[in-house]
């Protein structure tokens, strides 16, 4: 079993910048994928970036302003968030994967390819 835990999240102003974290703990070894997914209410939970050993990942929508980063000797993944804009709010959550499959580029964006999920963190951007 694996067990993440996000923190950092929070109110920002629109423009504004925030670091949301993932604390890894358990059988970290057996996972070579994870990354992050959002979710607004009334909507589905979406792909937001992901890291494997061969890459990263972003949505179109984050891809120029969101970083992920890992650190692998802390066991802790990172969503560096720049420029916010009002429809980033949501609840964020970090996962995680034991297998994924190729191509990477797909895989890596949906859902049920992670085996493990955090409680999610609210990250709340005002206009």
């Known amino acids: 079993q694996v067990q993440l835990v996000e923190s950092g999240g929070g109110l920002v102003q629109a423009g504004g910048s925030l670091r949301l974290s993932c604390a890894a703990s358990?059988?970290?070894?057996?996972?070579?994928?994870m990354g992050w997914f959002r979710q607004a209410p009334g909507k589905e939970r979406e792909f937001v970036a992901a890291?494997?050993?061969?890459?990263?990942y972003y949505s179109d929508s984050v891809a120029a302003r969101f970083t992920i980063s890992r650190d692998n000797a802390k066991n802790t993944m990172y969503l560096q968030m720049n420029r916010l804009k009002p429809e980033d709010t949501a609840v964020y959550y970090c996962?995680?994967?034991?297998?994924?499959?190729?191509?990477?580029?797909?895989?890596?964006?949906?859902?049920?390819?992670?085996?493990?999920w955090g409680q999610g963190t609210q990250v709340t951007v005002s206009s």
């Open positions: 996962a995680a994967a034991i297998k994924v499959p190729k191509p990477e580029f797909i895989a890596t964006a949906r859902v049920r390819t992670y085996d493990y």
């Open positions: 358990g059988r970290t070894f057996t996972t070579v994928g």
């Open positions: 890291s494997t050993t061969l890459n990263t």
